[in-house]
């Protein structure tokens, strides 16, 4: 995307050959002949970077420059200044500017510090983005399940290819972020920005500036230009998450955008262009939501990736369980060795509809109250009050009601079920022998009333 530089000087020939010069290096040029001038162009827009001589036939420089802080918001300011005059240098760099230089001055030196004025702006504002996160380093997929060695697979054969957007599907807690960061990680923009936008969180009216930025001036509180997130991820990726959640006019403008990769900011009349690739999230079924766009979830289906919830991932939660122990153990400082052999066959029959999130909150409960090397059984007290509120919730009406035996029945089948048909993990999750168990299982069920 072409940076803007404003250049602010009364002589002509100046004026004329920083544009040809600048224009010639790719950059988008407009000229103020006064510092009035300057002013008017101000109020309107901010550019990437304003070049700025001292010595104003109408307005005195330094004055200027103090006047419009609040109008150049993050852009660089570089100050031109008389041969020998290091004064008003040294109170140029201490009103904001970024560098000066004196005359007379070579244009690839110019050249030379919009460009460095440049790189240190786009690394501040980048900087600035990350530590506003406060966001922990994820760690990396647990796995060996089929179904998950398929899905990582295809993510990194699709992150070493030139996709432009791609779409992860997945249930809430089945580590959709996760999954986006490693597809950054392998990518060929992997130097680049990561980028993410939880779309269920930020206020509608929020969203597009959010999003896209805004010019100065675009509504009430816009006091100074802002960056969004597309600018902010030019060069590496921009992760949209839960983007079923996000609203209906936004829904028309990210179209136009993943169409073409260009926008406008609110409030502007300039076409900007991005190099990033788009990864967005959902839990939700987009092609039969009635709040999403149909033509804006053809155009993110091409490619989707879709993560296997944890009940269906086998031995995963175990491998998961045993490696959420060991991180709690050093946080708490604690001998945490493992799990009970009951204790890790009742985490293979819950069925964890949370997923990884719900088993997190599980493994870290148990830590916390762990006073033995092996959590046992009765520290996973949330997976047992879950398991047993699925097999046994109540009928709606009386006419629903059956006898307490063929319940009883009923749940120890289930059980089975959820062990994967292993009788004897179910029989110790029941607390019975297997006899007992087999016993149970070949009687009939009795005849509702």
């Known amino acids: 995307m072409r940076k803007s530089v404003l250049i602010v000087d009364d002589e002509e020939l100046i004026r004329r050959s920083l544009r040809i010069a600048l224009e010639g290096n790719g950059y988008a040029v407009s000229l103020a002949a006064s510092g009035k001038d300057a002013l008017r162009q101000l109020a309107s827009e901010a550019p990437d970077c304003m070049i700025l001589d001292l010595r104003l036939g109408d307005v005195d420089g330094l004055e200027l420059l103090a006047t419009s802080r609040e109008r150049l918001g993050q852009a660089k300011t570089i100050v031109i200044t008389a041969h020998g005059d290091m004064e008003s240098a040294v109170r140029a760099l201490r009103l904001g500017a970024f560098d000066f230089i004196r005359k007379p001055f070579d244009l690839e030196e110019v050249i030379a510090a919009v460009q460095n004025a440049l790189r240190t702006a786009d690394l501040e504002q980048r900087l600035a983005y990350l530590g506003a996160q406060e966001k922990e380093r994820e760690p990396s997929f647990i796995f060996k399940s089929e179904k998950m060695q398929a899905a990582m697979s295809m993510l990194e054969k699709v992150a070493a290819q030139p996709v432009p957007v791609v779409t992860i ?264 022998s297997r006899q007992t168990l087999a016993r149970w299982l070949a009687e009939p069920e009795p005849a509702e009333a």
Request: with cysteine; hydrophobic share 40%; aromatic share 6%.
């Open 169 to 432: 599907r997945g249930e809430t807690g089945t580590g959709k972020q996760l999954a986006a960061r490693a597809f950054h990680r392998l990518s060929p923009q992997a130097a680049g920005p990561f980028i993410e936008l939880n779309c269920s969180a930020i206020p509608e009216q929020l969203v597009e500036s959010e999003l896209f930025g805004h010019e100065r001036g675009a509504f009430s509180d816009a006091r100074e230009q802002k960056r969004g997130l597309v600018e902010l991820a030019d060069g590496g990726t921009l992760f949209l998450d839960e983007i079923g959640d996000l609203p209906g006019g936004v829904q028309a403008k990210l179209l136009k955008f993943v169409e073409s990769f260009e926008f406008r900011r609110v409030g502007g009349t300039k076409v900007l262009r991005v190099d990033c690739r788009l990864v967005a999230a959902t839990h939700q079924p987009l092609e039969t939501s009635a709040s999403f766009r149909r033509d804006l979830y053809y155009r993110l289906s091409g490619i989707t990736i879709t993560l296997p919830p944890l009940r269906e991932r086998g031995d995963d939660v175990i491998l998961i369980a045993r490696n959420m122990l060991q991180q709690f153990a050093r946080q708490y400082r604690k001998r945490l060795d493992g799990f009970t052999a009951e204790a890790e066959a009742l985490l293979q029959c819950h069925r964890w509809p949370g997923n990884v999130r719900e088993l997190k909150a599980a493994i870290s409960s148990a830590a916390v109250m762990a006073d033995q090397p092996l959590v046992g059984l009765e520290l996973l007290g949330h997976a047992q009050r879950a398991m047993v509120a699925d097999l046994t919730t109540l009928p709606d009406t009386t006419d629903a009601v059956v006898p307490i035996e063929h319940l009883e029945r009923r749940y120890v089948r289930r059980v089975v079920e959820l062990c994967g048909g292993n009788k004897l993990v179910a029989a110790q999750r029941l607390g019975i």
